[in-house]
């Protein structure tokens, strides 16, 4: 990086009364949250070997993939090396742990993640969780807290309560919050005749699981994740949209909406202005929606920017949680994991760097061509420079120099996994 280039960006920045310092601090400052299931191509470790029930798949056979649970927070811990700011990890439940014999989702306990809550300690990160309604047997038809049949809906509320005693725990262990992601893959392939039946089931359920008054709110903070389709699911999904906003709203849990969870041409940035008029928080699954594929690995492409363009313009940044959820199993799965967090990351710093107060000024005197101006102008400033000062000052590579710790990342340890 050219000596002089941060300067002159600062320079040019502070024009336009942008802080170019004080946007790097902000932007390293929010938490990221991996996904664990990136590194395992959403496989898990539950004796399996592969997904069972509940409609997602990661496709792709590149060489390395993690085939235990040190492996994955093997694979994290170099992920998280090369990306700078404040990093988080995202735990399935089956991504759990037996040392004393196999228990199933309805009886796991804390203990279960004792060891990704010591090794989130030694990397002085927080764990973020999530119950896994989905690679299960129970999960076959489809179905799980919304099923028909009591003793599997029981068995999946069960599975709910375990998992907000676990993200007590978590938070205990690393005494900031954690949050806890409900999503379900209930739904039919074709045409049914009862859309009703089971949102009422649905919502009954969840109201079984969040009735337990001895969990800490305050540190294990529950969110409600809707889904556009799934495998299997195509035609009619239980848990749209519209019933967990209703269903967050009414019941004062946060919203998770997800960048690929949505109809392909519509985006989630002019929904977050409206949610936040009556949701407390929102949970943002970062993602890279393909037509009808939702997970592809995160890029600096507009749609990111919009989303957190949207968050700096209205001051929301205390009001949303930052998630990852994408899996990619073609390419190198470290590869996918810094360019997906990289990219997020950038996407926080380029709003940060967002002239919000003078283009909300122009709006308001109608001064529209300058606003329009302005926000043209903004897409040619010398962003770079002011992304590899904050690459810098986190000490991680700048540029595209992480790509040879990937490759030698690669050839020393992902190259002898079978």
């Known amino acids: 990086m050219n000596d002089n280039s941060y300067p002159l960006a600062k320079e040019q920045y502070a024009a336009f009364g942008v802080d170019t310092d004080a946007a790097i601090e902000r932007a390293l400052a929010i938490?990221?949250?991996?996904?664990?299931?990136?590194?395992?191509?959403?496989?898990?470790?539950?004796?399996?070997?592969?997904?069972?029930?509940?409609?997602?798949?990661?496709?792709?056979?590149?060489?390395?993939?993690?085939?235990?649970?040190?492996?994955?927070?093997?694979?994290?811990?170099?992920?998280?090396?090369?990306?700078?700011?404040?990093?988080?990890?995202?735990?399935?439940?089956?991504?759990?742990?037996?040392?004393?014999?196999?228990?199933?989702?309805?009886?796991?306990?804390?203990?279960?993640?004792?060891?990704?809550?010591?090794?989130?300690?030694?990397?002085?990160?927080?764990?973020?969780?999530?119950?896994?309604?989905?690679?299960?047997?129970?999960?076959?038809?489809?179905?799980?807290?919304?099923?028909?049949?009591?003793?599997?809906?029981?068995?999946?509320?069960?599975?709910?309560?375990?998992?907000?005693?676990?993200?007590?725990?978590?938070?205990?262990?690393?005494?900031?919050?954690?949050?806890?992601?409900?999503?379900?893959?209930?739904?039919?392939?074709?045409?049914?005749?009862?859309?009703?039946?089971?949102?009422?089931?649905?919502?009954?359920?969840?109201?079984?699981?969040?009735a337990d008054t001895t969990i800490d709110e305050s540190k294990c903070l529950d969110f409600v994740e809707s889904k556009l389709f799934g495998i299997g699911s195509e035609e009619y999904v239980v848990g749209s949209h519209d019933f967990y906003t209703v269903y967050a709203l009414t019941r004062n849990k946060g919203l998770t909406m997800d960048m690929g969870h949505y109809h392909p041409t519509e985006t989630i940035h002019d929904k977050i202005s409206c949610q936040l008029m009556g949701q407390q928080k929102l949970l943002l699954h970062v993602s890279r929606p393909i037509r009808w594929d939702s997970d592809h690995v995160v890029i600096f492409n507009d749609d990111l920017k919009n989303v957190f363009l949207e968050i700096q313009r209205g001051n929301a940044w205390d009001n949303v949680v930052v998630a990852l959820d994408f899996f990619d199993a073609s390419i190198n799965r470290v590869g996918a994991y810094v360019i997906g967090t990289r990219a997020t990351r950038k996407g926080i710093l380029y709003a940060l760097l967002d002239p919000s107060s003078t283009l909300q000024a122009y709006e308001t005197e109608g001064r529209n061509a300058q606003r329009l101006a302005l926000m043209e102008e903004f897409k040619s400033m010398p962003f770079s420079a002011v992304w590899n000062r904050l690459c810098a000052k986190a000490s991680v590579p700048t540029g595209a120099n992480w790509l040879a710790e990937m490759e030698a990342y690669e050839a020393g340890t992902l190259s002898a996994r079978d």
Request: one cysteine or more; proline letters at 5%.
């Open 31 to 210: 938490p990221i949250s991996l996904h664990c299931w990136q590194a395992d191509d959403n496989i898990g470790f539950e004796g399996q070997d592969g997904v069972s029930g509940g409609g997602i798949m990661a496709t792709g056979n590149y060489p390395g993939r993690a085939r235990t649970v040190d492996e994955v927070r093997q694979d994290l811990a170099k992920s998280i090396s090369l990306i700078p700011g404040v990093s988080r990890v995202n735990v399935h439940a089956y991504y759990a742990e037996f040392e004393d014999g196999f228990v199933d989702r309805d009886r796991l306990e804390p203990k279960h993640f004792r060891k990704w809550m010591d090794w989130a300690q030694q990397l002085g990160i927080g764990l973020d969780f999530n119950p896994s309604f989905h690679a299960h047997p129970k999960a076959d038809d489809g179905f799980t807290l919304s099923h028909a049949d009591a003793a599997i809906r029981n068995f999946w509320i069960e599975h709910g309560k375990r998992a907000r005693k676990i993200a007590e725990a978590m938070a205990d262990a690393q005494g900031t919050p954690c949050n806890l992601n409900f999503w379900v893959p209930d739904g039919a392939k074709d045409l049914v005749a009862d859309r009703w039946t089971p949102r009422q089931r649905l919502a009954e359920s969840y109201d079984a699981i969040f």
